[in-house]
């Protein structure tokens, strides 16, 4: 197993991404503000992020103030699956330039109840 940690998480410990042989890992920053996390799928684009990872594992993980909160692992066909057949998903545009598109998920409502405690 290897872990290849994105230039600009080193920058930002609220975000993280962490690649391994069978898994990718998301640490969301606003999630708190929106209820949601973001799947992205498009970038300048081209397809990316679920549209094109080989990643067999989704896991997003939930920080508030520096602090653990929870982790959900999902496979990813099965979150591929559920984005892009969900109707009432939102679509938003977001990041450098605002040049990804991505779809915005609910985050676990007991994750959002227990970072109101931290």
Same mark, same amino acid.
């Given at each position: 197993? +290897?872990?290849?940690? $994105?230039?600009?998480?080193?920058?930002?410990?609220? +975000?993280?991404?962490?690649?391994?042989?069978?898994?990718?890992?998301?640490?969301?920053?606003?999630? *708190?503000?929106?209820?949601?996390?973001?799947?992205?799928?498009?970038?300048?684009?081209?397809?990316?992020?679920? $549209?094109?990872?080989?990643?067999?594992?989704?896991? *997003? *993980?939930?920080?508030?103030?520096?602090?653990?909160?929870?982790? @959900?692992?999902?496979?990813?066909?099965?979150?591929?699956? +559920?984005?892009?057949?969900?109707?009432?998903?939102?679509?938003?545009?977001?990041?450098?330039?605002?040049?990804?598109?991505? +779809?915005?998920?609910?985050?676990?409502?007991?994750?959002?109840?227990?970072?109101?405690? @931290?």
């Amino acid at each position: 197993m +290897y872990l290849d940690i $994105a230039e600009k998480s080193r920058n930002d410990p609220m +975000y993280m991404e962490i690649k391994t042989e069978r898994g990718l890992t998301k640490n969301p920053k606003s999630w *708190q503000n929106t209820g949601n996390f973001a799947v992205e799928f498009e970038g300048r684009g081209k397809p990316s992020g679920i $549209a094109i990872t080989e990643s067999v594992i989704w896991r *997003q *993980q939930f920080v508030s103030n520096g602090k653990f909160v929870g982790a @959900i692992d999902i496979a990813t066909e099965v979150l591929k699956a +559920y984005v892009e057949n969900t109707p009432n998903l939102r679509v938003v545009s977001g990041g450098d330039d605002k040049a990804f598109r991505m +779809y915005l998920v609910p985050a676990p409502p007991m994750f959002l109840e227990i970072a109101k405690w @931290i």
